[in-house]
């Protein structure tokens, strides 16, 4: 039988001893020769996605408004037989595309390299032993164990174990978990929400339930608060550009210009004007960003968090393994009962352990055994596995002489519950366990039944995680750049205490019980939510209990990280404003992620917090850039065109100058950026009047040239031209200087080599066209040097307006507010939907 002839309903009728025979496997799994060679004929296990041709998405850039806007402009060059004209339009449009092109394949490449690192993996058994793979790799015929967490990797016909109970509502719509047991299927992209078992792949790829129902359809993608803004502002722009198209078009049929020559002018003049790159500069150099953060071992599970990331002011860690080593020593055992030695009790509690598991607590507990021997004898018929709800494993046990027991490891208080204790010794042990917790210490209880009804509780295990090295450190650094730390544990309030005392975060620990219902009905008056703000950490936390944190959080006006790795931190992670999957998280809770961490420690979260801003900052640099030269160049034009009645740039020069200012833009994205010491958050006030300002001196700046050049040196029209052109081609480049900081452009950080060089080769550039007459009347070199020192005397007086229009916004006074309500205000109409 051929994989396709293995539908879901012919898989669930048929016996898994028929599917070991059809399939050709048996339960020892394949070898790995073997699904090497089923590789080659099944494909690999994922969905096939429709790819389109490099070449076909570069002339998909020659379609649309923008290329038809220019390619209109050529058309009209050749028909008034401006060849020189039609030649730079034609080198323009297809610069253009390839600009689109690159940037696309940038972004692209970047993407793949991130699924590469969120890549989901599969237990499977192969050559006889238990072994991790991609699930990509996984064949039909593989056996593989599931467990609590995962996310399943093919369609698989369970054959061993107790249960699992499946979330399969994102393929069915049932909102409620399913059991499933031996003999049922559990479909691909479901989700293990209890138990764990042993299945046989019988559907991969394309072949599973899944892939035969999935549309492949192009899915939108979410857009970011950032990059509403930045899109608004073009709309903005966009708008802005037309109407003085508008003006200048009825001045030159006013003043009888040609036609044909005025409408292909006003083409390229609103073309290059435009900022039709902001999309595909946005996007790569966020993609760029995620590879960096990538190399820092935080992966981004879709661009868009970044701009959340870099707004975080307060994270909610998990201790263990975030704030702790994770890596857990045994103490000495405590028994309440002189019948019952230490070493019985390590014993017991390693038959309630299972090592393929890799559980940090487990692992501890079996190297803590005399020797491995000790278990020989031993056979585990069922195990339970830890959840968040229970807080215990359970096993059942066939001892040496075939008697069958059973056995339990957990939370002290679950295993007191489910023995029979009397009020003493439960005293006893509960002094016990909040003395350990009071030194740092974790505890497990143990306990053994015959009946599995009747428990006896054996004693205590207190386990020691020591914090990390660079906890403390870590903390007091993120404290610096405005992101508050919570420790989140289901550890008990002692314990918490004692290591958020240790590491410098406070002691004012709140129990999750004391939370309550009030939270969840009025959770933004609710005086626990502000209780929940002032408080340094959460213990004796549930899953549930850390998704009311967030949003007690978010109703105080906070943007809310949350650390997560079990399966039921999802609803919590995705709450969050930027939920983080923990190195080691279970499948998932790196779905729910925007941030997937792939190495253990707070460090990691504070360098892609930092790193995030940074990225932002780029951004936010590049709107204020783009907005000032569009503002200084029409308007420009206009007042030019008005006042002397010709055109201050012919159209071979505002192409030219457009190509020229690309080229430095499309380096923007590795540009060395000044770290803000606070959260960043998307103020479109500010940039428009950062932008404004700017484009304002600008405008003074160039106006006053012409002014100079025209009355003072009587230049000719021509001439007058190339001035204006190499004035506009320096000055926008410096102006990249001014805005890419808030502090003054001679500080660090200095531009980055790559920036700084293609600035300076575009610079030589336009000088050379000046001064040769490229394409251009050529003006003296002597005009060219005058027009640098001219263009370097301005940066400075930018640069001074810039810093004191940062000082006043910073010192809001009612009447700055009331302007800046006035810009946001005409701003209304374009920005209503998208910004909040």
Known sequence: MTQEGLNTEKVEQTSIEELFSTLKTAETGLSSQDAKERLKDYGFNEIAEKKVSPFKKFFMNFWGPIPWMIEVAAILSAVVKHWTDLTIIVIMLFFNAGVEFWQEYQAGNAIEQLKKGLALKARVLRDGKWQEVEARELVPGDVVRLRLGDVVPADVKLFEGDYLSIDQSALTGESLPVTKKAGAVVYSSSIVKQGEMVGLVTGTGMNTYFGKTAQLVSTAKNVSHFQKAVLTIGDFLIYVCLALVAVIIILGLHRKLPLLELTQFALILTVASIPVAMPAVLSVTMAVGAVVLSRLKAIVSRLEAIEEIAGIDVLCSDKTGTLTENKLTLGDPVTFDPSVDPKELITMASLASKEENQDAIDLAILQALESPSVLEGFKQEKF?????????????????????????????????????????????????????????????????????????????????????????????????????????????????????????????????????????????????????????????????????????????????????????????????????????????????????????????????????????????????????????????????????????????????????????????????????????????????????????????????????????????????????????????????????????????????????????????????????????????????????????????????????????????????????????????????STIS
């Open 384 to 832: 339970v596995p830890f959840d968040p709800v229970n807080k215990r494993t359970l096993a059942t046990v066939v001892g040496p002489k075939g008697e069958r027991f059973y056995v339990a490891k957990g939370a002290p208080q679950v295993i007191l519950s489910m023995s029979q204790v009397e009020e003493t010794l439960k005293a006893k042990v509960e002094e016990k366990v909040n003395d350990f917790a009071s030194r740092g210490y974790r505890t497990l209880g143990v306990a053994r039944s015959d009946d599995g009804e009747h428990w006896t509780f054996l004693g205590l295990l207190p386990m020691f995680d020591p914090p990390r090295k660079d906890a403390a450190e870590t903390i007091a650094k993120a404290r610096e750049h405005g992101v508050q730390v919570k420790m989140v544990t289901g550890d008990n309030v002692a314990i918490a205490r004692e290591i958020a005392g240790n590491l410098g975060m406070g002691k004012d620990i709140l129990p999750a019980d004391e939370l309550g219902d009030d939270l969840k009905a009025h959770i933004k008056e609710s005086d626990v939510a502000k209780r929940i703000e002032r408080a340094d950490g959460y213990a004796q936390v549930f899953p549930e209990h850390k998704y009311l944190i967030v949003k007690a959080l978010q109703a105080q006006d906070h943007l809310v990280g949350m650390t997560g790795d079990g399966v039921n931190d999802a609803p919590a992670l995705k709450q969050a404003d930027v939920g983080i999957a923990v190195s080691g998280a279970t499948d998932a809770a790196r779905a729910a992620a925007d941030l997937v961490l792939t190495s253990p420690g707070l460090g990691v979260i504070i360098r892609a917090i930092e790193e995030a801003r940074r990225i932002f900052e780029r951004m936010n640099s590049y709107a204020i850039y783009r907005i000032t030269e569009t503002i200084r160049i029409m308007v420009f034009m206009v007042l030019a065109m008005m006042v002397y009645n010709f055109y201050p740039m012919t159209a071979i020069m505002i192409i030219l100058l457009a190509l020229l200012n690309d080229l430095p833009i499309m380096t923007i994205a590795k540009d060395n950026t000044w770290l803000d010491k606070k959260p960043v958050r998307w103020n479109m006030k500010r940039v428009l009047t950062i932008a404004t300002v700017l484009g304002g001196v600008g405008i003074i700046e160039t106006f006053a040239l012409l002014v100079i050049a025209k009355t003072r040196f009587n230049l000719s029209v021509s001439v007058l031209q190339t001035v204006i052109f190499l004035k506009l081609a320096v000055a926008g480049h410096m102006t990249l200087f001014v805005a890419r900081t808030r502090h003054s452009f001679l500080s660090k950080p200095y531009p980055s080599k790559i920036l700084l060089l293609t600035i300076l080769s575009t610079q030589v550039v336009a000088a050379l066209i000046a001064g040769l007459g490229i394409f251009v009347t050529a003006i003296p070199w002597a005009y060219i040097g005058y027009i640098w020192a001219y263009c370097i005397v301005w940066i400075f007086i930018e640069d001074l307006v810039k810093l004191i229009v940062y000082h006043h916004l910073e010192r809001v006074t009612p009447r700055h507010r009331k302007f800046l309500h006035f810009i946001g205000r005409s701003l209304h109409p374009f920005q209503r």
